[in-house]
């Protein structure tokens, strides 16, 4: 017992703070990043067999991918079952409007793949994970005026793509070239 405690302190302390990185990349949240991983240490403290390190250290960024995973999902359950009653009452797409913004989200997607990975990454966590500059740089290592930097890369361009898309719907809506 006492030899398998040291072999998880040493995995603690080789390993926390890439674990706790990868996690938050994936959650977008340093504090939940922390939690999945304690719970991932509570898991392999469970383990019959520890085994050795290697064997552990794949066992354990396993276990916190599918913690990770399965958190993911109850939060979008969570959201898409809070705007379901809100969406449904106060919005009645139209199959233009729906046609728009599929057209838009095509634009974005398109414009956000161009990105250098870093700028999409910054991005995505401030925009889809809610997070802000400083939580985002805590997640990605790196300055708070760097994320700030990411986002206002990423906004100007999507927005570039954005009112080329319009200028050239305009264009073949007048019949232009």
Known sequence: MRDRSAVIERLFREHNQSLV???????ASEHEAREVAQEAYVRL????????????RAFLFKTAANLAVDRLRHRRIVREASQKDWFDLTFQATPDSEAVAEQTLAIIEAALAE?????????LLARLGGLGSDEIGVCMDISARMVRLYLARALLHCRERLDVSQV????????GP
């Open 21 to 27: 990185r990868f996690l938050c990349a994936r959650l």
């Open 115 to 123: 990105l250098p990975p870093r700028c999409r990454e910054a991005f």
């Open 45 to 56: 403290l469970q383990l019959d067999q520890p085994g050795a390190i290697g064997f552990l």
């Open 168 to 175: 050239s719907r305009a264009a073949s809506r007048e019949g």
